[in-house]
């Protein structure tokens, strides 16, 4: 039997697991939020009813997850700039009721305002900017809204001390959100730092 472990999450021994129409499978070594709960993530940000702004949807793998947990109260707007990628994920959510793919670049969030406010935002796009990228998007955060970044350390230097990375990143995001929790990706991702925040 799973135990379930935050509202939404499910455990049975080292395998996490979301309940879509069943209990979906939910690898540690292709999702980050997953990661994070293995390697003893307290604040697991996501809930049942949320509006969330994901940054980054790729093929649909962690959104589908978070389609599972904030259920169809909820709702995901996915956005995404490879128009490569796009038709993987269209197929991957294709059942998925609660998620509105989007073909944008997060860098320019007026390009989708239309979307109003949302309750927390996740980002895991692997730029250089990835920081501000996330610090321009806050204006969709209702007050005390969440922001989770799943910040890859390499992305934004390949050669300076990832430790001295992250320092940097977490005083950049502190301007403006106030960091509940920072937890290290090892061994699942290497030099990925998956911290939860809120907006100050
Ligand atoms: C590491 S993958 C995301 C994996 C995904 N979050 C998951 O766990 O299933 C990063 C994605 O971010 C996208 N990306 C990069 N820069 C972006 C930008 N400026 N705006 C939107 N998406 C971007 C990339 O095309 C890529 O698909």
Redesign the pocket.
């Known amino acids: 039997m799973a135990e379930q472990i935050f509202p939404g999450v499910y455990k049975k021994g080292e395998k996490l697991f979301t309940k879509g129409k069943n209990l979906e499978d939910w690898n540690h070594y292709k999702?980050?939020p997953a990661a994070a709960i293995l390697n003893g993530l307290q604040n697991f940000p996501i809930k049942k009813g949320q509006i969330i702004l994901y940054?980054?949807?790729?093929?649909?793998?962690?959104?589908s997850h978070f389609s599972d947990i904030v259920s169809d109260r909820g709702l995901l707007y996915g956005?995404?700039?490879?128009n490569r990628?796009i038709p993987k994920l269209l197929e991957k959510i294709k059942k998925k009721k609660n998620i509105v793919p989007m073909l944008?670049?997060?860098?320019f969030p007026e390009n989708y305002g239309w979307i109003g406010k949302v309750d927390l935002i996740y980002e895991?796009?692997?730029?250089r900017d990835q920081v501000s990228?996330l610090k321009r998007n806050k204006v969709f955060l209702k007050e005390n809204g969440i922001i989770v970044i799943a910040l890859k350390a390499k992305a934004i230097d390949s050669v300076r001390e990832v430790k001295e990375i992250y320092k940097e990143a977490i005083k950049e995001l502190n301007e403006d959100f106030e960091i509940i929790e920072a937890i290290d990706l090892e061994p699942y991702e290497h030099d990925h730092l998956f911290i939860v925040g809120k907006l100050k």
Not at 124 to 127: R, S, V
């Open positions: 999702s980050k940054l980054g949807a790729a093929h649909g793998t962690t959104i956005v995404e700039v490879s990628v944008e670049d997060a860098r895991d796009i692997a730029q990228i």
